[in-house]
């Protein structure tokens, strides 16, 4: 299936680190959207990337997207308590962009 | 908007019983997808309806599962008989159809324990 995978499972960092995540992917998407999901909680979207596009930002959040390596990483600068949490990413099927599949997700955790 | 409302929040039931789980999407918004989430399989795509009408339910994992959306607001995800593997959270996202790509708003989904 396209159901994409990322690396790492879990990444535990200081506060004020950089963190990065990767997620790869099998068949050819129209775009990858990053998700953030709070213990206990539903999902939240964070940044779409469209498969022309090869970065994008959205405040402390970069987002890169490699279609040739069928890949992509999502970097949060200078971390923060908050942002622990589970971080997925979704792809579509390329021929229908209305249709996801969500990566079994990497847990975060930033320490004070 | 109260964003995406799911009901219940929390279900336990006995093995065998009728199981009905409740979302209303954010109005206007014209996709509906149900998830089931489990620390085995993570997160998966049971079935998506556009405009009120099922597209996909590939991912219905048996006879047992049902969906239904018999308005813009409102639709079901019933499972019967419930097994204790269908214990899970199951989630309810819409979306607004977007050219090149749908972001997803979800809602705080149902814990299901059956026992």
């Known amino acids: 299936s396209q159901q994409g995978e990322e690396d790492p499972q879990a990444l535990s960092i200081q506060e004020g680190e950089n963190a990065t995540m990767n997620c790869s992917y099998k068949?050819?998407?129209?775009?990858l959207q990053w998700y953030r999901q709070n213990s206990g909680r539903g999902l939240v979207h964070l940044i779409l990337?469209?498969?022309?596009?090869r970065e994008k930002h959205s405040g402390r959040l970069r987002v890169t997207l490699d279609t040739s390596k069928k890949s992509s990483s999502l970097l949060i600068t200078a971390s923060r308590a908050a942002d622990t949490a589970s971080y997925f990413c979704?792809?579509?099927?390329?021929?229908?962009?209305?249709?996801?599949?969500f990566g079994s997700g990497t847990k975060l955790n930033v320490k004070p | 908007d109260a964003g995406v409302i799911q009901s219940p929040r929390h279900e336990v039931t006995e093995m065998g019983q009728e199981v009905t789980l409740r979302c209303k999407p954010i109005?206007?918004?014209?996709?509906l997808f149900w998830y089931r989430q489990t620390m085995m399989r993570g997160l998966e795509l049971l079935i998506y309806f556009n405009n009120n009408v099922p597209i996909d339910d590939s991912g219905m994992p048996e006879d047992r599962f049902s969906a239904k959306m018999p308005n813009a607001s409102f639709s079901t995800l019933k499972i019967q008989p419930s097994e204790p593997r269908d214990s899970a959270v199951y989630f309810c996202?819409?979306?607004?159809?977007?050219?090149?790509?749908?972001?997803?708003?979800f809602g705080p989904g149902t814990r299901l324990t059956v026992l």
């Open positions: 068949t050819s998407i129209n775009n």
């Open positions: 979704a792809t579509d099927e390329g021929y229908n962009f209305n249709k996801f599949y």
């Open positions: 109005s206007g918004h014209d996709y």
């Open positions: 990337i469209r498969s022309n596009e």
């Open positions: 996202a819409s979306s607004l159809k977007l050219a090149g790509g749908n972001e997803q708003f």
